[in-house]
């Protein structure tokens, strides 16, 4: 992926080839120039001098004379910047100097993203014959440069995902990256490349954008659409397309984001929309993602459905090969669930990572953000959607920092050690998952009511119940005063309660639910036995019923 790399690692690199292009060549300054913010726009990558004084100066004079010619040359002619000969040189003070362009993808029909300036005093200088220092310096000015190009697209998708949450109060905000998850592991599977897999997840992240169009009223019905509605509502693809098709303009021209995103809810069959487009007239691309958010619709809980297993959603893929999904991408997805289904730790995607939450634990206070976490290389970042991260914690003393990743509609804890802080980003040298292997616990999704006093409860969803704690999400409530609530009643599959004593120790909130840690307080021996009681039969019943399951309805 594009993000496996530090860039200050690679600008050394390209710093110790060009010095020794330089030395080859013998001139006395080299300096390496980029162009961004679509050729408006130049920055100084790197140079070399052995005049630090003298690389300083021409640095600023370099950047003066192509800002003010970048005023006058458009996207398509922008080679003219490198046509000048010893009577219209950069830099007054030089009698010699070479500017070699430099191409997106190494080739002269593609597009110019940056220059080698070579200058000399003296007229001492060898002829440019040997390119293969040259192309390395390329090559390596490529990576970075498209490495900024995703870190800017990165950067527009969080705002867009962020815009739409705070119009839409009840957008999930975790589908786009779960779709992500859910395609990237796809596209893995089926042996896609780098490239066409970074393509996937962009795309992926982006399929719903167009949703911020669509009326809140009808998107968030809680019940199904009629005929009318759905026609307005099959309009978000088309909308999509417009506002991904304007992002391209950052990436080079052989990236057809747009395109996958536009066909991502057409069937295999040829009955789906915008198009009708069947079979192979389907961008790969597009009918992986059509599989994957699926996927994720299955096993997402709505106002008007219940959660499925991955068990059932196999069986519902399976069913709906060669009508809705490509049979081999359904083959692929089949493996990813089965995968995940036995599997409790998670792969941080690169890049684009996924939907989280991070909890600064302070003095007197916990700071609770939204935001992005992926992994760049060895270390993990946190990118938050609104807060500047080192300006609110200036001057604070932190104690400890938590994360909480929203994956498959499971919240996954991570303790962290921390490496620095910029901006609205957060570097973690390390994170560890919290197993809670001191004490034997289930996922199991069972009702509960949380207690403050008589006149006051909620109804609770218990996500994880273990003998020690339990962790419970409640739906658009946040609950104010949580040191006030001391009980929690479980209610049981079989409709049996025991009230459990305890208290709130952390809190967080995804999407439109705010989750908690119960943590047991003076639980009696009677209490925790009917806890691991219940655990116990849980357990026995899932591990009799599904394998049966398993053979009967997916191979």
């Known amino acids: 992926m594009f993000f496996n790399f530090n860039k200050q690692e690679k600008i050394k690199v390209i710093e110790n080839n060009l010095n020794n292009l330089k030395n080859k060549l013998k001139y006395e300054t080299a300096i390496i120039t980029i162009f961004n913010h679509g050729n408006k726009n130049v920055e100084i990558i790197c140079g070399c001098d052995n005049d630090s004084n003298r690389l300083n100066k021409i640095e600023n004079e370099i950047l003066i004379n192509l800002k003010e010619k970048l005023k006058n040359v458009d996207n398509k002619n922008i080679k003219k910047l490198y046509n000048f000969n010893n009577d219209t040189c950069f830099i007054d003070s030089m009698k010699k100097e070479i500017c070699i362009p430099l191409y997106l993808g190494n080739d002269e029909f593609e597009r110019i993203i940056g220059g080698i300036y070579l200058g000399s005093t003296k007229d001492k200088t060898k002829d ?95 019940t199904h659409y009629n005929d009318k509605e759905f026609e307005y509502i099959k309009g978000h693809s088309i909308y999509s397309y417009n506002i991904v098709n304007e992002l391209t303009s950052l990436l080079d021209n052989n990236i057809n984001i747009e395109d996958i995103v536009k066909y991502h809810h057409e069937n295999y069959d040829g009955t789906g929309y915008p198009e009708g487009l069947k079979k192979e007239e389907i961008p790969l691309e597009s009918r992986i993602i059509r599989v994957a958010d699926s996927i994720d619709a299955m096993v997402s809980k709505r106002v008007y459905k219940e959660t499925k297993s991955f068990i059932d959603s196999i069986i519902d893929l399976k069913g709906n090969k060669e009508t809705l999904y490509d049979p081999k991408v359904v083959n692929a997805s089949v493996n990813v669930l089965k995968r995940l289904s036995g599997n409790k730790n998670i792969e941080i995607i690169n890049s684009f990572g996924m939907s989280a939450n991070l909890n600064i634990i302070l003095a007197d206070e916990i700071i609770s953000l939204k935001g992005a976490f992926r992994k760049e290389k060895d270390k993990y970042v946190f990118i938050s959607y609104k807060e ?168």
């Open 128 to 222: 440019l014959e040997n390119l293969d220092l040259t192309n390395k310096i390329s090559n390596d000015l490529n990576m970075i440069y498209i490495e900024s190009k995703f870190k800017s697209i990165f950067n527009i998708i969080v705002g867009l995902l962020t815009k739409i949450a705070e119009e839409n109060k009840t957008y999930d905000e975790s589908h786009p990256y779960n779709v992500a998850y859910f395609s990237v592991l796809i596209a893995k599977e089926l042996n896609l490349s780098e490239k066409e897999i970074s393509n996937i997840q962009i795309a992926s992240m982006l399929h719903d954008v167009g949703k911020i169009f669509i009326n809140n009223n009808i998107l968030n019905k809680n």
């Open 388 to 555: 500047n991260i080192e300006n609110l914690l200036k001057d604070k003393a932190l104690t400890e920092i938590e994360i909480f990743i929203d994956i498959n509609h499971t919240i996954y804890e991570y303790k962290t050690k921390l490496d620095k802080i910029s901006g609205n980003s957060i570097f973690f040298k390390e994170i560890e998952l919290n197993n809670y292997n001191d004490t034997f616990g289930l996922l199991w999704n069972i009702n509960g009511i949380i207690v403050r006093d008589r006149k006051n409860t909620y109804n609770v969803e218990i996500k994880y119940l273990s003998g020690d704690f339990l962790q419970f999400h409640t739906n658009n409530k946040r609950l104010e005063n949580i040191k006030d609530f001391k009980h929690i009643i479980i209610i049981f599959e079989d409709g049996s309660k025991i009230i459990v004593p305890g208290r709130i120790t952390k809190y967080y909130d995804t999407s439109n639910n705010y989750h908690y840690t119960f943590k047991y307080i003076g639980l009696d021996e009677s209490t925790r036995d009917t806890i691991f009681n219940q655990l116990f039969a849980k357990q026995r019943d899932s591990i009799h019923t599904m394998p049966m399951s398993l053979n009967k309805n997916l191979d």
